[in-house]
């Protein structure tokens, strides 16, 4: 039970850090409508987005259309903490998924992503912590800042290969920005070797592997941003070259049995000294 709370006091200090506003930036000066318990905005286009819904159902087949304007982008915590939905099945013509858009949804074990959708935002199925499976359609090339943190259930994972890329079974990684998007939790092996090339771990990227004890970042490796690697209870061991200059706020943060090797003098083993995390110079 104490894991539990620990468990969900760290991530839920990594959502409220991490939200850049509260409400969905495209509901701002537009009216909202309501359709058989949904709520909903008009663009210009006469398209709908999807900002909340009011029902209570297990299982929840979302509508093409919303009172006869065509559903095509799910928006900013649309469905946070619905904790009674087990299953989601959303329309062909949906786009995009905002932030947060299933933040909290702890019941979620399956959701079906329509061909059409082209981008999903940050921390979109943060704490969704029974989803299961979930498989990336063709066309979805863009994802925002980790959407599947605290997805500790997420153990049937597919995409298909393009921009993005899946490494080892377990790294999101986006070859052409070479970035490391998501680290799946459920997935990852004791020691995690970051893609050879890799430039950029991305922001929330490996958080909440509670099975990694060792992680190596390539000599390639320059930047690990905001939370990029955070609430790994189990990591003891960190290592990086002196390329990596450039370290967000909170990296490197709930790590408690961490001790980090990087040679003397570099922006890691300076930004260890400051935050109090035990270094070892090489």
């Not at 099945?89 to 995009?96: D, I, K, R």
């Not at 040679?263 to 400051?274: D, K, N, T």
Request: with cysteine; aromatic share 8%; proline share 5%.
């Amino acid at each position: 039970m104490r894991t539990r709370r620990m468990l969900l006091a760290a991530a839920l200090t990594l959502a409220l850090l991490c939200a850049a506003c509260g409400a969905p930036a495209e509901t701002v000066g537009q009216d909202t409508f309501t359709y058989q318990g949904f709520s909903y905005t008009v663009g210009e286009d006469g398209s709908a987005t999807l900002t909340g819904w009011s029902g209570r159902a297990e299982r929840l087949e979302v509508p093409a259309l919303l009172d006869g304007h065509p559903l095509t982008a799910v928006g900013n915590w649309a469905f946070e903490n619905q904790t009674g939905l087990v299953e989601v099945l959303l329309p062909e013509g949906v786009t995009e998924l905002g932030r947060y858009a299933f933040c909290g949804c702890s019941s979620l074990t399956r959701i079906r992503l329509p061909e059409s959708l082209k981008a999903i935002g940050d921390c979109c199925f943060i704490l969704c912590t029974h989803l299961e499976e979930l498989t990336l359609p063709a066309a979805c090339t863009r994802l925002g800042a980790n959407p599947f943190a605290y997805c500790g259930d997420l153990t049937e994972f597919s995409l298909t290969e393009g921009p993005l890329t899946l490494v080892d079974g377990c790294m999101i990684y986006h070859r052409i920005d070479r970035r490391l998007i998501s680290v799946l939790a459920p997935k990852v092996p004791q020691e995690l070797t970051l893609p050879a090339d890799c430039v950029t771990v991305g922001r929330y990227a490996v958080v909440g592997c509670s099975a990694l004890e060792a992680l190596n970042l390539p000599a390639t490796v320059q930047s690990v941003e905001l939370y990029g690697v955070y609430h790994c209870v189990t990591l003891s061991r960190v290592s990086a070259s002196a390329a990596l200059s450039q370290i967000g706020d909170g990296a490197f943060t709930w790590c408690d049995r961490l001790t980090v090797h990087a040679p003397a003098g570099s922006a890691l083993a300076q930004y260890c000294a400051e935050h109090e995390i035990p270094v070892i110079a090489e």
